[in-house]
């Protein structure tokens, strides 16, 4: 795909405070990329920057080839839809979508066939008339999304825009703009820091903490291959634990030696290991697998969230088959369930292990 913006060596500061670290991006076009991360990480700042809304204290953004740092952002071939609408209340639906049309002096005609197009397009045929402040929180979202396109921009940015709506009205929308995008053809550029808004959508993603960006790929090799462990604990639950790699294919942790997949770390370099829950099988403890008590058991729904305290470490499984708290079980697991990093800056503890370190201490 073509590159059609770049981010080189791109750093920003706000009250002495480094938000962006020469972070280094290419965005192709007709891509939906997701810049995803906790707060303060620095993705919506980089997307102001793209925008235009920010200027960058080091570094360079280029669309197509060409420098836009000193382009304001109304000649930037961009448009964003914020997490806040910011509709015009004394104007109808109507006139909300056509106002740019209208700035930019574009003869009636074919506002009228623009903003038709794009009504159809978020599904609200017949909502010209309405006043803006009758819709729901959806319909608005839309009505949103709808001015930003009707300009036929290159690239969308939209910062949280599904911040506000409730989690069903979330999932319906997320699978909206995916369709959306995938009918225009056009860059999406979306900022969230919910991790199945990015698996959902996207075809990039990239995840970013303090200021760097930890790793960028498709949703499954973020998933599946995380780069380290804030990565592996950011992207859904992880079981990380402290290894020892003797050799390719072969690693050390929770006192036992275990066949692995990966390859490439030096003899006996300590390692990080990612086991994801979904991927430990529960069964009768024995020599041949990894033995511990059942500490909690929670019925999700779907499947029970088990947490083992097995070899000293917290273990967190998601089994359709369900154990009693003060069982023995057995963990196993494959090669291929097993993923090996390099050593990183302590990532943040998963909640099920604080929860279960905190009730034991309490209980002290």
Same mark, same amino acid.
């Given at each position: 795909?073509?590159?059609?913006?770049?981010?080189?060596?791109?750093?920003?500061?706000?009250?002495?405070?480094?938000?962006?670290?020469?972070?280094?991006?290419?965005?192709?076009?007709?891509?939906?990329?997701?810049?995803?991360?906790?707060?303060?990480?620095?993705?919506?700042?980089?997307?102001?920057?793209?925008?235009?809304?920010?200027?960058?204290?080091?570094?360079?953004?280029?669309?197509?080839? &060409? !420098? +836009?740092?000193?382009?304001?952002?109304?000649?930037?071939?961009?448009? =964003?839809?914020? $997490?806040?609408? %910011? #509709?015009?209340?004394?104007?109808?639906?109507?006139?909300?979508?056509?106002?740019?049309?209208?700035?930019?002096?574009?003869?009636?005609?074919?506002?009228?066939?623009?903003?038709?197009?794009?009504?159809?397009?978020?599904?609200?045929?017949?909502?010209?008339?309405?006043?803006?402040?009758?819709?729901?929180?959806?319909?608005?979202?839309?009505?949103?999304?709808?001015?930003?396109?009707?300009?036929?921009?290159?690239?969308?940015?939209?910062?949280?825009?599904?911040?506000?709506?409730?989690?069903?009205?979330?999932?319906?929308?997320?699978?909206?703009? &995916? !369709? +959306?995008?995938?009918?225009?053809?056009?860059?999406?550029?979306?900022? =969230?820091?919910? $991790?199945?808004? %990015? #698996?959902?959508?996207?075809?990039?993603?990239?995840?970013?903490?303090?200021?760097?960006?930890?790793?960028?790929?498709?949703?499954?090799?973020?998933?599946?291959?995380?780069?380290?462990?804030?990565?592996?604990?950011?992207?859904?639950?992880?079981?990380?634990?402290?290894?020892?790699?003797?050799?390719?294919?072969?690693?050390?942790?929770?006192?036992?030696?275990?066949?692995?997949?990966?390859?490439?770390?030096?003899?006996?370099?300590?390692?990080?290991?990612?086991?994801?829950?979904?991927?430990?099988?529960?069964?009768?403890?024995?020599?041949?697998?990894?033995?511990?008590?059942?500490?909690?058991?929670?019925?999700?729904?779907?499947?029970?969230?088990?947490?083992?305290? %097995?070899?000293?470490?917290?273990?967190?499984?998601?089994?359709?088959?369900?154990?009693?708290?003060?069982?023995?079980?057995?963990?196993?697991?494959?090669?291929?369930?097993?993923?090996?990093?390099?050593?990183?800056?302590?990532?943040?503890?998963?909640?099920?292990?604080?929860?279960?370190?905190?009730?034991?201490?309490?209980?002290?």
């Amino acid at each position: 795909m073509e590159t059609i913006i770049e981010i080189k060596n791109v750093s920003k500061e706000f009250n002495g405070e480094k938000v962006l670290k020469g972070i280094n991006l290419s965005i192709h076009d007709n891509e939906f990329m997701t810049l995803l991360g906790p707060s303060g990480c620095g993705k919506t700042t980089t997307l102001r920057i793209i925008g235009g809304f920010v200027t960058p204290d080091d570094g360079d953004v280029f669309f197509y080839g &060409k !420098k +836009i740092n000193d382009v304001p952002p109304y000649k930037r071939p961009v448009n =964003t839809v914020f $997490q806040k609408y %910011a #509709l015009f209340p004394h104007l109808n639906v109507y006139d909300n979508i056509a106002f740019g049309l209208r700035i930019s002096k574009v003869p009636e005609n074919e506002i009228r066939q623009r903003v038709a197009e794009m009504l159809e397009l978020v599904n609200l045929m017949g909502y010209e008339k309405r006043s803006v402040d009758n819709l729901s929180g959806g319909q608005q979202q839309r009505i949103a999304i709808a001015r930003a396109l009707v300009n036929s921009p290159k690239v969308l940015l939209l910062d949280e825009p599904l911040g506000a709506l409730d989690l069903q009205l979330r999932k319906e929308m997320q699978i909206e703009l &995916k !369709k +959306i995008q995938q009918r225009l053809k056009i860059t999406f550029i979306y900022v =969230t820091h919910d $991790q199945e808004e %990015a #698996l959902t959508m996207s075809d990039t993603v990239v995840v970013m903490n303090e200021g760097i960006i930890q790793q960028i790929g498709t949703p499954q090799d973020i998933y599946n291959e995380p780069t380290n462990a804030f990565v592996a604990n950011f992207i859904g639950e992880s079981n990380i634990l402290p290894g020892i790699m003797h050799r390719d294919y072969l690693v050390e942790f929770a006192g036992n030696n275990f066949d692995c997949v990966d390859a490439g770390f030096a003899p006996m370099e300590p390692v990080d290991v990612v086991i994801r829950p979904e991927d430990i099988k529960l069964v009768e403890a024995s020599d041949e697998v990894l033995n511990g008590v059942v500490e909690t058991v929670t019925f999700k729904g779907v499947h029970y969230e088990i947490v083992v305290n %097995a070899y000293s470490d917290y273990w967190v499984i998601q089994s359709t088959k369900s154990a009693n708290v003060g069982d023995i079980v057995g963990l196993s697991f494959t090669p291929e369930d097993i993923h090996i990093m390099h050593k990183s800056k302590p990532a943040r503890q998963s909640r099920y292990s604080r929860t279960v370190s905190e009730d034991m201490a309490d209980d002290k």
